[in-house]
């Protein structure tokens, strides 16, 4: 892999990365798309990081799925695919870790205690291995996708960082590769992130900016769906994560939530229409 980016930079290439731990859907296929606008070659890697994932976590039945994962990148034109075992990213000896103080303590770092110190350092030695000008990532994982940025930037690594739009169903559930844990009635119940979401929405664009208001409304709307329990649902500083107590600024409503034993992650973006206004712009 190193010898074959290290060409492509030679020839002064653009070289795109997208991580992903497979079990790939449309979310992961648009950042693809992405990267081909942008980038040649385009470099997909596959690996299931065991040191983002808690000793009570899914990493045993995370959802493999390599021979159709293949299919699908070379239908979606990916020049390169990156897949390495486990013993070749940490071998017996590995004894290194990168950890992004602060960011990875809140919210998901909280509730997964280990996780971001795992994504930062495979997140890391990817970006080594590969070197590519452009790593895409969803902004599903809002979180991720900002402490990784801070890494970049804190440790001067040459990849911009380009978090991508999150993909969804036709009735607004997030793709994601657990969704596949979902019975018929879990996936049904599983919609109303997305309505607690999409109401927040609706009360910010009508002048509601008191974060407590937007956060008891969300746990309300939530409480709603028998088969939901919450984990975290809070309106945060788009940059510092930090709780918020007045929206004024780029900010982050997100949401953690169970649907049985299956738990998902959404987030609305909430962004200024310009500097210093109190007119916002949505992205859901």
């Known amino acids: 892999m190193k ?147 801070q890494m970049a930037r804190d440790l001067n690594l040459d990849s911009e960082i380009v978090v991508c739009p999150i993909v969804r169903e036709a009735d607004g559930l997030a793709l994601s590769s657990r969704n596949v844990y979902l019975n018929p009635e879990e996936r049904k119940a599983a919609t109303v992130l997305y309505q607690a979401l999409n109401a927040a929405k609706q009360e910010l664009s009508g002048g509601v900016r008191d974060a407590l208001h937007l956060q008891t409304s969300l746990r309300r709307k939530l409480s709603g769906e028998k088969l939901a329990a919450v984990d975290y649902a809070e309106i945060v500083d788009a940059e510092s994560f930090e709780p918020v107590v007045r929206v004024s600024r780029a900010c982050y409503v997100l949401l953690a939530v169970f649907i049985g034993k299956t738990r998902l992650i959404d987030n609305l973006y909430v962004v200024p229409k310009e500097p210093g206004s109190d007119e916002f712009v949505f992205q859901l």
């Not at 040649?40 to 976590?57: C, D, L, M, R, T």
């Not at 990148?73 to 020049?79: E, M, N, R, T």
């Not at 070749?88 to 205690?113: A, C, M």
């Not at 890391?124 to 990532?137: A, D, E, G, R, S």
């Open 3 to 149: 010898e074959m980016a290290g060409q492509a930079r030679a020839e002064g290439r653009i070289i795109g990365l997208v991580p992903t731990m497979g079990a790939l859907h449309e979310g992961h296929a648009s950042l693809i798309v992405r990267a081909k606008r942008e980038c040649s070659p385009v470099i997909a890697s596959i690996f299931v990081n065991p040191k983002q994932f808690g000793p009570n976590e899914d990493f045993s039945k995370y959802p493999r799925t390599f021979e159709s994962d293949v299919e699908k990148l070379q239908h979606a034109g990916v020049d390169v695919l990156f897949a390495p075992e486990a013993a070749e990213i940490y071998p017996k000896d590995f004894s290194t870790h990168v950890q992004v103080d602060g960011l990875s303590d809140r919210l998901e770092g909280r509730s997964r205690p280990g996780h971001f110190r795992g994504v930062a350092t495979v997140v890391m030695k990817l970006l080594q291995i590969v070197q590519p000008n452009l790593t895409y990532f969803g902004r599903k994982d809002a979180q991720q996708a900002r402490i990784i940025g």
